[in-house]
Each structure stands twice: as structure tokens, then as C-alpha cells.
């Protein structure tokens, strides 16, 4: 039977497979042990129906698993649940046998280079193309293949991640002659995880889909922080059962996934939540600034606000980078200009009124021409202290934190 899970990629446990307790990893469910053979189910409880992980004998990942775990063997009381979730989630085709795979990256920049040493961590096989030397020195320090060309990518992949800056950029791997559109073969699948427009999305569909080649969007919330420690949110749309074989791969660099729909649903949810993070930029440096003048201090301000209705993981994230002035770039005002370029073009396309989004776009443009373009683009509070006449020396003294910013 060992023999067959490992051979088929859907098994159905039978009713009468013996199963012994294990252990209950704190909040992230139990693992159990099937008697005669050495596999290991783990899954968590946060989503109702659970993605399982399938791991058989002293696998790396079960090794570190167990060194994070140290009581793992334990027996613990046993919820019968578990193992009918198992059964489910194997035939109706939601768990593989396997969890690791031959993954292709392009795009080893700021996002890029955390991502994919994490999917390097979990065990897969990992082969970048990235035209920087230094920038991809990195990985393949850490034991990742280099491709020398797109079809060396493709010939060596069964799934490959784009990580890239642009539409242009991701038109000249994926749709110019020789590239992804025309490499890719049927039954690969091609995971695109940038801020790009919905409209060249939908051109690469159009290439890759009579292809037979599954086309998952899968554009990241977070900073290059959260794609350190695996803390990412993934916004995922395209074939649905694509995106069910590739969510190892995605667990590997995001704390959570959101399924939601078949076509551009993600391209425009991305969209949605960036507007939201560059307007609270602006908002936020403007409210501090009418602050400033009722004698509050920064540190002050930001106490509060995290204590209040308008708490945020984002005003959590930036708080001490706004206390201490501090703007070296996690996203910068010229990447943000670009986004909102984004927004504003596809809202143009759909005839969607966007007039604040408009305003702040133009807030951006100005602080690009008072030479901010690769500061962080929390900045704008500093442009507003400007506008406002007021110089730093006429900033209230920093008072003693009064209270903590949850980050979420």
C-alpha cells in the first residue's frame, strides 16, 4: 500500500486502515501515523476544508518539523474527524502524494529573492532565470539551478513563478517570440505573482490556455518583511484545479491564500487593495500633519491611532519609520506611481469614476519631482509638513509611547 500512495497521486484510505494517535501541534492540528507504513498526515484546522500534507518517513520536512516540535510521538486523545477529513480531502483530488516539485522563477529582485529561497526551505527543486549575476548569487548559493534561457526555464519546470516589475517586462518573457508563450508545454503551469494590469493578464491567458498551459494569477500582498517570514497574503484566480495542485508551492510563501475566481478576479482585487495602501499614505501624512499643529507629537499620534477604530497592519508596519523619519524604501513613491497608473487605467477601461485616486496619484507625481522617487512612499507626510509651513524645527518634541501598535 506504501507503494501505491507513493505511485498515485489521488488514493482513497479504506475505512478499516488502522490509524494510531500521534501528537496535536498546538493551533495547527493533529498528526497521525497509519499503521504498516510511514505516513504522516498534517493539516490545519483554520480552513474547513483542509489542505493536507501527505509525508512519508524521516522526509526533510517532517526532520523540521520534529525539531520545532520536539514532543512530536506523543500520543494524544484522538479526534476521529481527522482521518475522514484525510479520506475526503484525497479523493476529491485536493491533496497529491507529494507536496514538492520542480519550480522555475524569473525574477529574483526585492520580492523575488525571499520567495524563492522560502520555496527552496520547503523542499522543492528550484531553478531561476535572472539576467543579474548579483542579484541571483544569492539563491543559487543556497542550492538553486540556473537557467540560461527561457527554454531551459520551461525544459526544467513543471511549474514556474514570475516575480517581475511591470507589463513590460512581463510581455518580453512571456509573449514576444521564444519566450514563455512559446516554451511552455501542455500541462505546466505558469504562476504570475506581480502587480500587472489586468488587461496583459488576459493576453497571456489567451496565449497560454488553448495550450493546454494552466495560467494561475497570484499577485502578493505584503513587504519584502512578510515575504522574509513567510507572512505574505495571496490574492490567486485562474483554473481552479491548477490552483489546488500548486498550493504547496504557495503555502511555501504566504501565510494565507484567497481563491477567487476563474479569470482576472485577482488582478483586479490587487488593484483594489493598492489603492487602499497608497490613499492611506496620503490620509494618514495629511491627519498627522494637522496634528503637528496642535502641538501632538508623532509618537503620540501613532500610539493612539493604533489603539483606535483606524488601527491598521499597515500604519503598525510604517509606525516607526514615520516616528523616526526614516525613509528608506520598502515600497517606494516611483513603484507606487506606477501602481496607481495601474489603477487609473483600468478604471478608465471600465468606466469607473476614480476621484480621489486621481488626486493622490498627483500627490505622488509631485513628491517625484521634488527628487522623493525612491524613498519610501510614506514620504508624503513629509511633503504635507511642507505644504504646511512647517520646518523641522518647529516639530513638537517626541513624548514617551503611550501605548503599543498591534500589527494585527
Known sequence: MHSQLKNKRQTFLPQETPC?????????????????YPLWIFFRPYNLAPRLTLLYGRTPRLRRMQETHPHVGHAAPFDGQALGLARSAIREGRMGMTDTMKVGWAGIGKMGAPMSRRVLEHGHSLTVYEPLPENRAFIV??????????????????VI??????????????????????????GQILVEMSTVSPEISAEIAAVLEPKGVAYIRAPV????????????????????DAYRRITPLL???????????????????????????????????????LGLKGNLSVETMLSVICESAVASPLIAYKRDLLVKRNFDPAFSVSQMMKDFDLILDT??????????ASMIRQQYEAAFAEGLAEKDF???????????GIAPEMRPDTEPKIGTCKTG
Open 20 to 36: 494510531v494517535p500521534i501528537q496535536t501541534l498546538g493551533q495547527d492540528g493533529p498528526l497521525i501515523q497509519m499503521d504498516n
Open 141 to 158: 548559493g543556497l542550492g538553486a539551478n540556473v537557467a540560461h534561457s527561457l527554454a531551459d526555464l520551461a525544459a526544467s519546470s513543471d
Open 161 to 186: 513563478v514570475l516575480t517581475i516589475p511591470n507589463d513590460a517586462i512581463l510581455r518580453q518573457l512571456t509573449l514576444v517570440p521564444d519566450a514563455l508563450g512559446d516554451v511552455m508545454q501542455a
Open 221 to 240: 500582498s505584503g513587504s519584502t518583511v512578510t515575504a522574509a517570514s513567510g507572512g505574505l497574503s495571496v490574492m490567486v484566480s485562474g483554473q481552479e
Open 251 to 289: 503555502e511555501s510563501v504566504s501565510a494565507k491564500q484567497f481563491y477567487v475566481g476563474q479569470g482576472e478576479e485577482a488582478r483586479y482585487l490587487k488593484l483594489v487593495v493598492n489603492a487602499m495602501v497608497g490613499a492611506t499614505a496620503a490620509l494618514l501624512g495629511e491627519a498627522l500633519t
Open 347 to 356: 478604471a478608465k477601461s471600465d468606466h469607473v469614476p476614480m476621484y480621489l
Open 378 to 388: 510614506f514620504v508624503l507626510f513629509e511633503q504635507y509638513e511642507r505644504l504646511a
